[in-house]
């Protein structure tokens, strides 16, 4: 079976650093492509950016270039999605999805991560 | 970039009826359209697939049509599970940007 599960709720300051993860199983890892999603409070989905673990080769969409980055881990199976300086902007729930072998149609998807930034 | 638009944003709909959402690119995409649905607090899901193909699982009451730059969404006979948000999502480039949302609800 297919899971991706991601790590848990955080709350952080403005100016803080923050990685959260996603767990890939049940599949060959290396193999599809992982995307990072954004919902911020009320609001609709925005694509972030996307990785294949297998070269991690990684893209981003333009509004969120420079923003974050991600990653992932091979031998853990893990992706992950990080920020250097969160600002009160970035509080948002955010989801990881594999893609399908082209990458671009999501039709698994991890259970959200809520990401909250105040001080 | 390619940009994507819904319409409505909104609707109140009761169980039973038929419901239709539209939704359109900013550039021809052939048929790489996908539809998901979002119930509060819940990961989307995936329901339709290269603009009319169902997913696996999906209820055959949910069917997709289009190509080129405009498609549809319709729900046959709304059921209360169905009460929900509706995105398309272009599957034509690596970018695969949502289109803002068709939120569904009881009237």
């Known amino acids: 079976e297919v899971q991706l599960v991601q790590s848990g709720t955080e709350v952080k300051e403005p100016g803080e650093s923050l990685k959260i993860s996603c767990k890939g199983s049940?599949?060959?890892?290396?193999?599809?492509?992982i995307v990072w999603v954004r919902q911020m409070p009320g609001k609709g989905l925005e694509w972030m950016g996307i990785?294949?673990?297998?070269?991690?080769?990684?893209r981003y969409s333009p509004s969120f270039q420079g923003q974050v980055t991600i990653s992932a881990d091979k031998s853990t199976t893990t992706a992950y999605l990080q920020w250097s300086s969160l600002k009160a902007s970035d509080t948002a729930m955010y989801y990881c999805?594999?893609?399908?072998?082209?990458?671009?149609?999501?039709?698994?998807w991890g259970q959200g991560t809520l990401v909250t930034v105040s001080s | 970039d390619i940009q994507m638009t819904q319409s409505p944003s909104s609707l109140s709909a009761s169980v039973g009826d038929r419901v239709t959402i539209t939704c359109r690119a900013s550039?021809?995409?052939?048929?790489?359209l996908n539809w998901y649905q979002q119930k509060p607090g819940k990961a989307p899901q995936l329901l339709i697939y290269?603009?009319?193909s169902l997913q696996s699982g999906v209820p055959s009451r949910f069917s997709g049509s289009g190509s080129g730059t405009d498609f549809t969404l319709t729900i046959s006979s709304l059921h209360p599970e169905d009460f929900a948000t509706y995105y398309c999502?272009?599957?034509?480039?690596?970018?695969?940007?949502f289109g803002p949302g068709t939120k569904v609800d009881i009237k």
């Open positions: 290269a603009a009319s």
């Open positions: 999805a594999r893609g399908d072998r082209t990458g671009t149609t999501y039709n698994y």
């Open positions: 999502q272009q599957s034509y480039s690596t970018f695969g940007a």
């Open positions: 550039q021809s995409i052939s048929s790489s």
């Open positions: 990785i294949y673990p297998g070269d991690s080769d990684t």
């Open positions: 049940g599949y060959s890892f290396t193999s599809y492509w």
